[in-house]
């Protein structure tokens, strides 16, 4: 399953407005208001609601650049949600890499499907705190998500199989034999 | 009379005989590797995974008719000369490779048959590079013979082929040296090959519970546990690197699995000459061998230079990040191993030219002899220091002194010509194979840096990638990749010897 990212645009601090050299001194004033608004806006996270989904490539290759900013991210959880009591580890893969996602065991508790050969996993989009190298993890890359939420339900994969593959080997498997065994009665 | 003849004049053209006895035992090492795919086969059954069942059913019953007709068009009774044996080593690896990419490329996760080549020889020459698509959603059974080969690879599958599969001969076990296992740690090369087995099926039981006792207590469930580990273990044993998961060993976020999974390693790198010195009780063997004593002053270099750079990028916060990370993938480098905790891109983005040189001096150096790993290997690196040690002293003494040089490796031997030839021209001819991959790189428009990384990397069969081996490279890449594994983990001589014959076949007297 591959689930693209949107593009680099973010939850970011918005910078500080360029001084305006022959404004009034009210409007410096406003400017000023604004910019601390807006930060604070961001800083408690509310700006993510707004913001585009980072794809992994983004989060791996401009790691230095969001380091410690809030992100959005979404990806396939695959494999295992790894229980280590109040927290928990799930993999998010959005089909070009997979990055761990370090969250409240409750916010995965509603987690079904993990992404393997007969499952398509839940879909999840978590928002939270990017470490291009994480103190608390030995250094990883990875997100502390505050918020997880399943934007798209797993569900088994039907096993396709290939008939003609089948038969093919079938008669291949039984010619070897019988060759095998001709062979050594000749020799 | 004695009479003095060139070298090209001696060079005899081989006969048909010649081919027969090559294409004999190629056949056979075939019909090995179609046996051995009853393994993933078993595994497909055990998951209910027809689809793959199907394919390895498929995939086995061509390997077994392609090595069933060799040995029949080519039979012989006729036992193998060093020659041939060499012959078969090199030729079997190409054939081993082909048939093995089958069940692989069958299973969708690879974008052509060059690609599942690839996966194939980087499994069997223990590298750990990979271009499959989709890891996350590749089968058990699939997955399975990935790190299988990888096992078979690192043990050497003619060995394999021949002492379980049949009866060997005399002449078929010529072939071990052209596995570049050249060492006889036991009299006789059947009871050298006994005790590896024997080695690598304790560590096997141990490592795997080890490693799966770590997953289970860091959240996994123990069936996904079990099986991660024994391909995990496999994969470190034998120094190879791939994971069943897509994020190697970082999926597991695990520190305690990351420092099993070291150890594993490290043991996978060391001489099984020592392990065997340790098991009958000689430790102090250990603190004297030239690979020990080589190894620890290496990697205190390259530590030391690959800490500088990473220092200078200020990426980790505090101490324990920072070493834990340096120290894990310089030892994966050095063992090469190839295990990573951190994304290919953040080599290049994060850790910087320096820190990336270190690495790829750690990769070039590599392991032990007669152990799992590639690459230049200690004890031709110590056995050349010594000897540079030694030509320095003689200026330094007079000329009527006799200077004696000596190396413990296993026992105490005066160091002599013939062993500094035989290690330089070894190191001489990795040296060329990494310039030669690293010019590919470059002409495939890489820097020069990542180029000679991932060059070092696929010939020291190391494994680590810093983005170059993707899906999407140029096809002609992937083939000087191919060869730089092969050519690696067989330690050119079998494959001069075979392009030496090749030569005979047009050039040689009859």
Redesign the interface.
């Known amino acids: 399953m591959r689930i693209k990212g949107q593009g680099s645009r973010v939850s970011r601090p918005a910078g500080i407005a360029g001084r305006d050299r022959q404004g009034p001194g009210w409007m410096k004033l406003g400017i000023i208001i604004f910019s601390a608004l807006i930060l604070s806006i961001a800083d408690c996270g509310l700006l993510t609601c707004w913001a585009d989904v980072f794809s992994s490539n983004d989060l791996i290759k401009d790691a230095k650049k969001w380091d410690g900013y809030k992100v959005t991210y979404r990806g396939e959880a695959v494999a295992a949600v790894m229980d280590r009591g109040a927290f928990s580890w799930v993999n998010l893969n959005d089909g070009d890499n997979a990055i761990g996602v370090w969250c409240s065991s409750k916010l995965l508790a509603k987690t079904k499907f993990l992404g393997d050969y007969k499952t398509a996993g839940d879909v999840l989009e978590v928002e939270g705190k990017f470490h291009r190298a994480c103190p608390m993890h030995g250094g990883d890359l990875d997100i502390h998500a505050y918020s997880v939420r399943i934007v798209k339900s797993g569900y088994r994969i039907p096993e396709e199989i290939d008939t003609l593959r089948a038969n093919v080997s079938a008669v291949l498997f039984l010619l070897i034999i019988a060759s095998v065994i001709i062979f050594k009665k000749r020799t | 009379m004695l009479s003095v003849v060139e070298g090209d004049q001696m060079i005899l053209r081989p006969d048909l005989d010649d081919y027969k006895i090559i294409g004999h035992y190629l056949g056979k090492v075939v019909i090995g590797v179609g046996i051995l795919m009853l393994v993933p086969l078993a595994i497909a059954f055990g998951y209910s995974?027809?689809?793959p069942a199907?394919?390895y059913?498929?995939s086995?019953?061509?390997t077994?008719?392609l090595g069933?007709l060799l040995t029949?068009a080519c039979h012989t009774k006729e036992d193998l000369n060093t020659m041939h044996a060499m012959a078969v080593a090199s030729l079997a690896w190409l054939g081993a490779m082909f048939v093995s990419a089958m069940p692989l490329y069958?299973s969708g996760h690879y974008n052509s048959y060059l690609d599942s080549c690839f996966e194939s020889m980087s499994g069997y020459a223990t590298t750990g590079l990979t271009l499959a698509n989709n890891l996350?959603?590749?089968?058990?059974a699939h997955n399975f013979w990935r790190h299988f080969i990888m096992f078979l690879g690192g043990q050497g599958i003619v060995v394999i082929a021949l002492t379980f599969l049949f009866k060997g001969t005399a002449g078929a076990f010529k072939i071990y040296a052209g596995e570049a296992r050249d060492e006889k740690i036991l009299p006789n090369v059947i009871e050298t090959a006994r005790f590896i087995w024997l080695v690598s099926l304790v560590y096997l039981v141990i490592g795997t519970v080890a490693l799966a006792v770590s997953a289970v207590i860091?959240?996994?469930?123990p069936g996904?546990a079990m099986f991660d580990s024994i391909c995990v273990f496999m994969a470190a044993w034998d120094t190879g690197g791939f994971t069943p998961?897509?994020?190697n060993i970082?999926?597991?976020?695990?520190?305690s699995f990351?420092m099993i999974s070291l150890v594993i390693m490290f043991l996978g790198s060391i001489n099984f000459a020592l392990h065997y010195a340790a098991w009958t009780g000689n430790r102090r063997e250990l603190f004297r061998n030239i690979e020990i004593s080589t190894f620890s002053v290496s990697i205190a270099i390259v530590l030391s230079i690959t800490a500088w750079g990473v220092a200078a990028q200020k990426?980790?916060?505090?101490g324990?990040?920072?070493f834990?990370?340096t120290f894990f993938h310089l030892v994966s480098a050095h063992t090469g191993t190839g295990y990573s905790?951190?994304?290919p891109?953040?080599f290049v983005?994060?850790w910087g030219q320096l820190a990336m040189t270190g690495i790829v001096f750690a990769m070039a150096i590599g392991g032990s002899v007669c152990s799992t790993t590639g690459a230049i290997k200690l004890l031709r690196m110590g056995v050349i220091f010594k000897a540079l040690r030694q030509d320095i002293k003689k200026l330094m003494i007079p000329d009527t002194a006799v200077l004696v040089q000596t190396i413990h490796h296993i026992k105490d031997l005066i160091l002599e010509d013939k062993h500094v030839r035989s290690a330089a021209l070894i190191l001489l001819a990795y040296i060329v194979t990494y310039s030669i991959g690293t010019v590919a790189g470059m002409l495939y428009g890489y820097p020069l840096s990542e180029a000679s990384f991932e060059s070092v990397s696929a010939t020291a069969n190391v494994g680590l990638s810093c983005g170059i081996t993707i899906p999407s490279m140029p096809n002609g890449l992937k083939i000087v990749y191919i060869l730089q594994m092969w050519a690696g983990r067989l330690e050119f001589m079998a494959i001069l010897v075979l392009g030496a014959m090749i030569f005979a076949t047009f050039r040689g007297k009859r």
Do not use: C, P, R, W
């Open positions: 995974e027809t689809q199907i394919d059913l498929f086995m019953s061509i077994l008719m069933y029949i069958l996350d959603h590749m089968s058990n860091g959240g996994l469930e996904k998961q897509s994020q970082l999926f597991y976020h695990n520190f990351e990426v980790y916060a505090n324990t990040s920072f834990g990370k905790t951190i994304y891109a953040q983005n994060e």
